[in-house]
């Protein structure tokens, strides 16, 4: 690859604590219909003496900057210990062959640039093209790991110095890309420059400890030894189920008893625990849903059954593998027929598709069959099997693709053909589908709110998704009609509201989000009254 305009590779490695490039609000995507926005704050002096934020002056995990050289020099012998690793079929079996078509075969044509919302929103940034981190990793890796790169160096591409300010910067950059592979999508050899991305990031989690600590400390350690990443105990869950009991019956005047750890039960249902705490009115439409369907279902109470999230899918195989094998195991300890994924896409993406390419025999997913929730409530409301009331959602609403439920995994119609089915004001938002944009808050973004960290996502990752929102309500925007953005993923509704509370959508243009069951419940037509309110409560 040529060196890009405007940014040479080896400036990554540039000794100094200068940010390779300061966020203006003037250089970024414009957004319509909005006058203006908060600008973007510099980090206080006390953080740029401990870290080293020298990339773009943000960080999702906050690395002290080395005192010594003996420290500097451990960073670069441990990150070239763990880049040998990355190569080596022993220790990166899972996903050497993707890694190696990735890094052999990219042709510099630049397709995947304009179809990644990072690069586009940031104002085309170089250091968050999709193919930047990505030569940083070939090179590298044929520098010190092929013989002709150690010989030949520039003539064969691999001429880049290595010092602690690039392993810093690179696990930093490692860091602007949302994993949403529509860069992918649209490369003609189908090169997967998001894989890259958490490629990396696995090297500096599984061989230096370094990753954010909402995916590591607080996400897949808590998670094994609490039984969630939330920190919600065994009793904590079985709080929140008794909670959602209580809600439903004032919200709908059912007695429903949330069945838990039934034995030989046709599903398990497993929900990302952030439902229970942060939006239990979802869980509690999936209890009055599968109740009034006569889905014979259980939620399991064993720590890490009751938990879907794996963020382990971010940043670290070791992990991923230790919390999909307890969730295929309660499940078959439960002896159930399938499981099935709340409204969760990365632990949708994780247990159907990647646990399947880890675990091999009686825990693959022709023996434990794993689905998203998203086709069975299609099922639900094309069976007729519940008298629904298409006129009790009768306000404007648009749908968020999950990219791993949608790009990933191809369920695309069971979503559509739900909303189509219930909500007359449904519009599509540009693009959609398989071919949508990201929330913004995609690989772990939207939980990791160390340092700065939301000030980057809000301003670009969640950029795109906030401009496709506005222009999907542009012809309602008259703030007497609340609007509903429909996001059946509960990371993408944690970017929803960050967003919405960022850019003022609610109190603004009243637009508001939430999850895809809770509309199904809302227009039962059985029901005393409306099981959503249309209110927006902020996380700031
Ligand atoms: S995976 Fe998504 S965020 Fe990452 S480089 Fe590709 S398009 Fe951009
Ligand atoms: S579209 Fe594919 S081949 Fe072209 S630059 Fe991007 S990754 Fe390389």
Known sequence: MKEQKGL????????????????????LMPLPYLDAEPPVKPPPESWLEKYD????????????????EQEKAELVRRFLSGLG?????????????????????CMRCQTCS?????????????????????????????????????????????????????????????????VCRRCAQVCPVGIDNGLIAREIRKLFSQEMGIAPKELYAKGTRQHLKVGSSTGMSVGGFKEAIEFIEEDIGDRTGRKIKIPVDKKGADILLIHNAGEYLSWPENPGAFAVLFDAAGIDYTLSSEPVGYDGVNYGLFCDDVELARIGLRHVQIAKKLGVRKIVVGECGHATKTLCVITDRVFPGDLSISEIPRESCLPLFWEIVKSGVIKLDPSRNNFPTTLHDSCNIARLMGIVMPQRNVVKAICPQFREMTPNGA?????????????????NFPQWRKKVSERMKTKQILEAFRDCLDPSQPKYVIAACSNCKGAMRDLIGHYGLWDKYRITYGGLVELIVNAMADLPKPFIELEFISNE
Request: hydrophobic letters at 35%.
């Open 53 to 68: 934020l020298s990339l773009d002056w943000h960080s999702p995990v906050g690395v002290p900057k080395p005192k010594t």
């Open 8 to 27: 040479a590779f080896n400036r990554l490695a540039a000794l100094t604590d200068e940010p390779l490039l300061k966020l203006d609000t003037k250089k």
């Open 85 to 105: 690793k990355l190569f080596d079929p022993q220790n990166n079996w899972t996903f050497l062959k993707i890694l190696r078509l990735t890094t052999d075969y």
């Open 435 to 451: 071919r949508n944009y990201c929330c913004g808050g995609g690989s772990g973004f939207a939980i990791m709110n160390e340092l």
């Open 114 to 178: 304009e179809a990644c919302h990072v690069f586009v929103a940031s104002g085309h940034q170089e250091i968050y093209r999709p193919t930047y981190r990505s030569e940083i990793l070939r090179r590298l890796y044929r520098q010190y790991f092929t013989p002709s790169g150690k010989l030949l160096k520039s003539l064969v591409g691999a001429d880049i110095e290595l010092n602690y300010k690039l392993v810093i910067r690179l696990m930093e950059v490692s860091y602007r890309c949302n």
